[in-house]
C-alpha cells in the first residue's frame, strides 16, 4: 500500500519487462502506469498537486494514474491554511485531503514551520508570542489531518548551504530550540504521523547535508521525535551528485526513513534532443539510488507538466524540468522512471556503472601524494555519445585537512561543468580546488567533487595528484 516501509516482492521477471515495454508505446493504457510498477514494489511515487488543476483533464488523467503519493504544493502551507491568527481555512488543503483519500493515495503533509509563505501577522510576533502562534499553528493543523497524513514536513529549510542554521524569524526570535519544539508539538497532535525535516542542496555529502545529520543524531540521542528526512533534489541536468546513494544511507543508517521530496531536474531552455535524454538518465539514476537504500520511502516529483512548473519563474532561461511537457507529451524521463522502477534488483550502486561499455577504468596515482596530504582517486561514472560524468574522491592523510587541491590530465574529452569545487585547465590538465562547504576533511577521511565531461570519455586519467592548502 502507497506509504508504507518499502518492501521488495517477488515480481516476475518477463511480467515487469512487459510492463516497460507497453509504457514505452504512446498508446499505453492508464493501467499500464507508474503508479502500477510502483504498488508492485510498494514503492511511493508522488506528485506535487495543486488542488485547482484537478479540473483539468489531462492533468487529472495523469494524476490519478501515475501517481500512488500526493503531497500539497502550496495547500497545506501556514499561509494557506492560517491566513490571520487564530482564524484556519481549510478548503483548498481539505480539498487535497480528500483527493488523496477518495483516488487511494497516500498523503505527505507539506509544510508546517517554513520562513516563507509565512503569513505577515506572523512575522511580526515577538519571540514568545511567535514560540506560542507556532506551537499552536503546529498543532491545529496536524490534528486536523490525523489519521490522513502518513508524514509531514515539520520543518523546512532550516539550514544555510554552509551548514550553519538559516536566520529566519523563527531562528532569531525563539532560538535553536523552534524545531525541537516543533517536532514535539507535532507528535503531540497527532502520534501516528511520521516526522521528517526537509531541504534543498542536501542530496550529496556537503556542509549543508551535515548539519542536518548531526542534528538528525543529536535528535535521535536525546529522544526528540523525528522519523525522517526529506531531500528536495532540485537538480540541473548532468548533476545528480556522486555520493547521493552514499548521502541517503548514512541518514538511514541513524535509524530514519528518507524521501526525494521535491524533485525535478531542469536545463537550459528551449531543451534539445541531449538534454532530454540526459534528463532521462538523471531521472532513472535518482530512482535506482533511492530504490537502493532500504530506507527510502519513494519519490515525490515536483509537479506533472512543465506547463506549471516552478522552475522558469526562479531561474530565467531554465525549465524543462518535469516528466511531462507544456502538452502533457511524455518525455524520454518517463521511459527511464519505468525502467527503474521494473528493476526486481537494482545494482547496488548505480554510480559505478557507466551507461555506455566499454570505458576503461581510470588510471590513479597508487601512491599518496609525497607530502603525505592526501589522496585522490577520479573515475567515469557515466557516459553517454558525446559526453560522460565523472567523480573525484579525495581522501586525508594521518592529518586533518582545512583545504585541498588536486590536479591530473585526461587523454581525450574536457570538463564542461563541475560541483563541490572550482576548476581551472591547462590543455588536457585540470586543477580542481575544494569549494568553501567541503574543505575540511577529517583524518583520514574523505569528500567528493563532481563534473560533467565534454567530448568522448577518457580512456585514462594520469598525473593524478593531491595537495593540502
Known amino acids: 500500500m502507497p506509504g508504507t516501509p518499502r518492501a521488495r ?17 504512446p498508446s499505453a493504457t492508464a493501467a499500464d502506469s507508474l503508479k502500477q510498477l510502483a504498488d508492485a514494489q510498494g514503492f511511493d511515487i508522488g506528485f506535487a498537486v495543486d488542488p485547482n488543476r484537478l479540473g483539468e483533464s489531462q492533468y487529472r488523467q495523469i494524476a490519478d494514474t ?27 488543503a481539505d480539498a487535497v485531503a480528500s483527493y488523496a483519500r477518495t483516488s487511494g493515495k497516500g498523503l505527505y503533509g507539506h509544510t ?37 497524513v502518513e ?25 535553536d530550540s523552534y524545531i525541537e519544539e516543533a517536532f514535539r508539538a507535532a507528535r503531540a497532535a497527532d502520534p501516528g504521523a511520521k516526522l521528517c525535516i526537509n531541504d534543498y542542496s542536501t542530496d550529496g555529502i556537503n556542509a549543508k547535508s551535515t548539519a542536518i545529520y548531526n542534528l538528525v543524531k543529536d535528535f535521535k540521542a536525546r529522544g526528540v521525535p523525528i522519523d525522517c528526512v526529506g531531500f528536495q533534489a532540485h537538480l540541473i541536468v ?42 532521462a538518465r538523471d531521472y532513472e539514476r535518482v530512482f535506482d539510488i533511492c530504490q537502493a537504500v532500504d530506507r527510502c520511502q519513494g519519490v ?50 548505480p554510480t559505478t556503472e557507466p551507461t555506455t ?28 555519445p558525446g559526453g560522460f560524468q565523472g567523480e573525484g574522491t579525495v581522501t586525508a592523510g594521518s592529518s586533518a585537512l582545512s583545504g585541498w587541491t ?33 574543505g575540511t576533511v577529517a583524518a583520514g577521511g574523505s569528500t567528493s567533487f563532481g563534473f560533467v565531461g565534454t567530448g568522448a570519455a577518457p580512456a585514462n586519467i594520469t598525473q593524478v595528484s593531491c595537495a593540502a592548502r
Open 406 to 438: 588536486t590536479s591530473f590530465r585526461f587523454d581525450q574529452g574536457g570538463i564542461g561543468t563541475l560541483w563541490n569545487g572550482t576548476v581551472s585547465s591547462s590543455g588536457g590538465s585540470f586543477t580542481v580546488v575544494n569549494a568553501p562547504y567541503n
Open 357 to 384: 561499455e566499454p570505458t576503461t577504468e581510470p588510471t590513479t596515482d597508487p601512491t599518496p601524494d609525497p607530502t603525505g596530504d592526501c589522496t585522490l582517486a577520479v573515475r567515469v561514472t557515466n557516459t553517454w
Open 9 to 25: 516482492l517477488a515480481v516476475a521477471a518477463a511480467a515487469v519487462a512487459g510492463m516497460a515495454a507497453v509504457l514505452l508505446a
Open 151 to 175: 508524514a509531514w514536513d515539520v520543518v523546512n529549510e532550516a539550514f544555510e548551504d554552509n551548514g550553519s542554521r538559516r536566520q529566519s524569524v523563527f531562528q532569531q526570535r525563539i532560538g
Open 238 to 279: 548532468g548533476q545528480v551528485p556522486g555520493d547521493m546513494q552514499q548521502n541517503l544511507q548514512r541518514f538511514a543508517d541513524l535509524g530514519v526513513d528518507v524521501r526525494i521530496t521535491e524533485l525535478d531536474i531542469r536545463m537550459s531552455t528551449p531543451a534539445t534532443s541531449s538534454g532530454l535524454q540526459q534528463q
Open 112 to 148: 508546517l514551520v517554513w520562513h516563507n509563505q509565512l503569513p505577515g501577522w506572523a512575522s511580526n510576533l515577538g519571540g514568545s508570542q511567535l514560540l506560542s502562534a507556532m506551537r499552536n499553528h503546529v498543532s491545529t493543523v496536524a490534528a486536523r489531518y490525523a489519521g490522513q
Open 300 to 349: 515525490t516529483i515536483w509537479g506533472i507538466s512543465d506547463k506549471y512548473s516552478w522552475v522558469p519563474g526562479t531561474f530565467p532561461g531554465q525549465g524543462a524540468a518535469l516528466v511531462w511537457d507544456e502538452s502533457y507529451q511524455r518525455k524520454p524521463a518517463y521511459a527511464a522512471i519505468a525502467t527503474a522502477l521494473g528493476d526486481i534488483d537494482p545494482t547496488p550502486d
Open 66 to 92: 501515475e501517481f500512488n503519493f500526493v503531497v500539497a504544493e502550496n495547500a497545506m502551507k501556514w499561509d494557506a491554511t492560517e491566513p490571520n491568527q487564530g482564524q484556519f481555512s481549510w478548503s483548498a
